[in-house]
């Protein structure tokens, strides 16, 4: 997020009492910041096809439906992988024709409710093509069209992994779509698709962050080069459409926002260049890249201490709302912002300091040995670009509630107007959750 805006907007949320004893952490988001993101990634493809694409949000990355909504509004659409993820769309108000289903684990009503409602769907593996070659004959007899919703086939490019295992999805044994370089896998495809005419897609995802951009265009490139074989195969444009995932890396080292959609995007064209000469349709799934800059968790520190000589923030964020960063610090480190209690920006000699969350166990750290201005209580700590598969991934160690989203907007005057993207939980909340209203159910016999 832009400096200077979160800047106006960490001390307004102090002055506006978002941030209070009540409610020790909040997640504020940039919302001009997220618009600009979208209106990029729509620019860089623009710029070199004219072909129809989709941009279909990965809903998994902030699964909020105001975010859904103000996306849509900014042209894109989404890509689901769960029933929930599916409400949620649907909730923002995401057509079917702009929603895409993808997940290794869709069972035979997901399929089911997919076609009814014509959101397109990829096909993980061979048992699921054969399951809609029951499903998708029966839900076409209902429409008049070969398939009531676009149908791909998701491909494992295996081209390797990038620097994190757990967000690579492209490698020789990845669990995600079928093994094109495995024995026998290219004919079998080739097959499947002249079985099926109603196949019209193929999908592919690389990768989330840790990517190398180079590896993620080599994935692109043998799904496309698959698209053609199988056209070739079929004498006819059978594959219309091709879905290019999503995975653009994050600079989580500072406030610059690369690598670009338009660097991408130009690198496909150049080594792709068939992909973009218009006789295909794209469909993209970024995620994280659309929002994790503008996002920021701001929390108070409660106490300070020492141990063993090392100073300790005591924060209210920790691991509930930087899962990975607490689990896996050395994959997912967090810039970390000091401001005083009045939400001016901290300064004074830097010194090493943990800063801690406030979970019941010894790695809830956010930070280690982080070289900040001495913190006290009542100052607020901000864990920067965590848009993304942060705060909007709860996690209830402790039973620690989910956190107030409030998007804000700055004005030229420099004053600051925030709206709830999403309520605090309650304690109340909590309780209905987990099982309050069966209290008595293991007492019976
Ligand atoms: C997670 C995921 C994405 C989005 O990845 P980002 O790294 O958030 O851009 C896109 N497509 C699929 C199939 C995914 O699983």
């Given at each position: 997020m832009a400096y200077d805006r979160r800047d106006q907007a960490v001390r307004a949320a102090v002055e506006h009492a978002l941030l209070s004893e009540s409610e020790p952490v909040v997640a504020l988001l940039d919302t001009a910041g997220v618009r600009a993101s979208a209106a990029a990634l729509r620019t860089a493809f623009a710029e070199v096809t004219r072909a129809p694409v989709l941009h279909a949000f990965a809903v998994k990355a902030s699964p909020l439906v105001p975010v859904l909504r103000l996306l849509y509004e900014e042209g894109l659409g989404a890509e689901v992988a769960s029933p929930g993820e599916l409400a949620l769309a649907r909730a923002a108000g995401v057509p079917a024709d702009r929603t895409v289903l993808d997940s290794p684990a869709k069972t035979p009503a997901e399929l089911r409710e997919a076609l009814a409602l014509g959101v397109a769907v990829n096909a993980d593996n061979p048992q699921e093509l054969a399951r809609l070659d029951a499903l998708v004959p029966a839900a076409a007899s209902r429409t008049n069209a070969p398939s009531p919703s676009p149908v791909g086939l998701r491909i494992n490019a295996q081209v390797g992994g990038g620097s994190i295992d757990a967000l690579s999805t492209a490698t020789g044994t990845s669990k995600f779509g079928v093994a094109l370089r495995d024995e026998g896998a290219r004919d079998w495809i080739v097959r499947a698709f002249l079985d099926r005419p109603w196949l019209t897609r193929l999908h592919t995802h690389s990768g989330s962050q840790g990517m190398p951009l180079p590896l993620m265009a080599a994935g692109v490139r043998a799904v496309y080069e698959l698209a053609e074989e199988i056209n070739a195969a079929a004498g006819?444009?059978?594959?219309?459409t091709i879905d290019i995932g999503g995975g653009l890396p994050v600079n989580f080292t500072s406030d610059d926002e690369t690598p670009t959609y338009a660097a991408y995007a130009r690198l496909l064209a150049a080594e792709v260049p068939g992909l973009f000469d218009g006789r295909y349709g794209l469909v993209t799934e970024f995620g994280r890249s659309l929002l994790a800059k503008h996002g920021t968790v701001l929390a108070r520190v409660e106490y300070t201490k020492t141990a063993g000589a090392r100073p300790i923030a005591v924060t209210h964020a920790g691991v509930q709302v930087a899962t990975r960063t607490v689990y896996d610090p050395a994959s997912w480190p967090l810039r970390i912002a000091a401001y005083d209690a009045k939400g001016l920006p901290k300064t004074g000699p830097l010194v090493d300091q943990d800063v801690a969350g406030?979970?019941?166990?010894?790695?809830?750290?956010?930070?280690?040995g982080r070289a900040l201005p001495p913190l006290e209580p009542g100052d607020v700590v901000a864990a920067l670009d965590t848009g993304a598969y942060y705060f909007a991934h709860h996690y209830a160690y402790n039973s620690l509630p989910r956190p107030g989203v409030y998007g804000f907007v700055t004005r030229p005057d420099g004053t600051v107007r925030f709206a709830t993207v999403r309520a605090p939980q309650r304690p109340a909340d909590i309780v209905a959750e987990s099982g309050g209203e069966h209290r008595d159910a293991l007492l019976r016999e």
């Amino acid at each position: 997020m832009a400096y200077d805006r979160r800047d106006q907007a960490v001390r307004a949320a102090v002055e506006h009492a978002l941030l209070s004893e009540s409610e020790p952490v909040v997640a504020l988001l940039d919302t001009a910041g997220v618009r600009a993101s979208a209106a990029a990634l729509r620019t860089a493809f623009a710029e070199v096809t004219r072909a129809p694409v989709l941009h279909a949000f990965a809903v998994k990355a902030s699964p909020l439906v105001p975010v859904l909504r103000l996306l849509y509004e900014e042209g894109l659409g989404a890509e689901v992988a769960s029933p929930g993820e599916l409400a949620l769309a649907r909730a923002a108000g995401v057509p079917a024709d702009r929603t895409v289903l993808d997940s290794p684990a869709k069972t035979p009503a997901e399929l089911r409710e997919a076609l009814a409602l014509g959101v397109a769907v990829n096909a993980d593996n061979p048992q699921e093509l054969a399951r809609l070659d029951a499903l998708v004959p029966a839900a076409a007899s209902r429409t008049n069209a070969p398939s009531p919703s676009p149908v791909g086939l998701r491909i494992n490019a295996q081209v390797g992994g990038g620097s994190i295992d757990a967000l690579s999805t492209a490698t020789g044994t990845s669990k995600f779509g079928v093994a094109l370089r495995d024995e026998g896998a290219r004919d079998w495809i080739v097959r499947a698709f002249l079985d099926r005419p109603w196949l019209t897609r193929l999908h592919t995802h690389s990768g989330s962050q840790g990517m190398p951009l180079p590896l993620m265009a080599a994935g692109v490139r043998a799904v496309y080069e698959l698209a053609e074989e199988i056209n070739a195969a079929a004498g006819r444009r059978q594959v219309d459409t091709i879905d290019i995932g999503g995975g653009l890396p994050v600079n989580f080292t500072s406030d610059d926002e690369t690598p670009t959609y338009a660097a991408y995007a130009r690198l496909l064209a150049a080594e792709v260049p068939g992909l973009f000469d218009g006789r295909y349709g794209l469909v993209t799934e970024f995620g994280r890249s659309l929002l994790a800059k503008h996002g920021t968790v701001l929390a108070r520190v409660e106490y300070t201490k020492t141990a063993g000589a090392r100073p300790i923030a005591v924060t209210h964020a920790g691991v509930q709302v930087a899962t990975r960063t607490v689990y896996d610090p050395a994959s997912w480190p967090l810039r970390i912002a000091a401001y005083d209690a009045k939400g001016l920006p901290k300064t004074g000699p830097l010194v090493d300091q943990d800063v801690a969350g406030p979970a019941c166990f010894a790695g809830d750290l956010l930070a280690v040995g982080r070289a900040l201005p001495p913190l006290e209580p009542g100052d607020v700590v901000a864990a920067l670009d965590t848009g993304a598969y942060y705060f909007a991934h709860h996690y209830a160690y402790n039973s620690l509630p989910r956190p107030g989203v409030y998007g804000f907007v700055t004005r030229p005057d420099g004053t600051v107007r925030f709206a709830t993207v999403r309520a605090p939980q309650r304690p109340a909340d909590i309780v209905a959750e987990s099982g309050g209203e069966h209290r008595d159910a293991l007492l019976r016999e």
